[in-house]
T-cell receptor
């Protein structure tokens, strides 16, 4: 079966750095997305990785290792508005988007 | 670019009635649209994949006769919850795949703002 694992919840301090991990086992791989979802709102796109390595975009970076079936989202200089759920999603061999359950990130002052 | 709208944003209906939710891609053509449902504190659950001009493909466990999906044009898909019951109360989100859209990633999905359905 297809499986994507993320921690259920994480807590971090404002101004700090947090890394959210995602491991996946899917039938094929055609890319990995990270989305941010605030409570009561739809997900918004954060990043896309299809090749190994680190993609940096401002305070957010995303890393991928295809051989390990592993990705992480790195958030720097945390702000209170970063409190949200972060969803990892993988495109499988059928070009379907397989979603993780999401990681709820709580930022404390 | 790549904006997806949903209407209504929230709706309250009585048990036994039907509710239609519209999903529109405003500035691009979407050959494929997706319908998700999300219960509080849970992740997105894909209900069905909708391709323009053809029947929707439903995920296992989703009743096609209860959740009617129509994708009549490249910019509009509708989800009708028929004979709604309180257990259908949820957050319904649509997304559209914009293949070939400049600036988008392959198979990236653009999400609508969601529709909160409450059945009393």
């Amino acid at each position: 079966g297809q499986n994507i694992d993320q921690p259920t919840e994480m807590t971090a301090t404002e101004g700090a750095i947090v890394q959210i991990n995602c491991t996946y086992q899917t039938s094929g791989f055609n890319g990995l997305f990270w989305y941010q979802q605030h409570a009561g709102e739809a997900p918004t796109f954060l990043s896309y990785n299809v090749l190994d390595g680190l993609e940096e975009k401002g305070r957010f970076s995303s890393f991928l290792s295809r051989s390990k079936g592993y990705s992480y989202l790195l958030l720097k200089e945390l702000q209170m508005k970063d409190s949200a759920s972060y969803l990892c999603a993988v495109i499988d061999s059928n070009y379907q988007l397989i979603w993780g359950a999401g990681t709820k990130l709580i930022i404390k002052p | 670019g790549a904006v997806v709208s949903q209407h209504p944003s929230w709706v309250i209906c009585k048990s036994g009635t039907s509710v239609k939710i519209e999903c529109r891609s405003l500035d691009f053509q979407a050959t494929t649209m997706f319908w998700y449902r999300q219960f509080p504190k849970q992740s997105l659950m894909l209900m069905a994949t909708s391709n323009e001009g053809s029947k929707a493909t439903y995920e296992q466990g989703v009743e096609k006769d209860k959740f009617l999906i129509n994708h009549a044009s490249l910019t509009l898909s509708t989800l009708t919850v028929t004979s709604a019951h309180p257990e259908d109360s949820s957050f319904y989100i649509c997304s559209a795949r914009a293949i070939g859209l400049a600036g988008s990633f392959l198979y990236e999905q653009y999400f609508g703002p969601g529709t909160r359905l409450t059945v009393t």
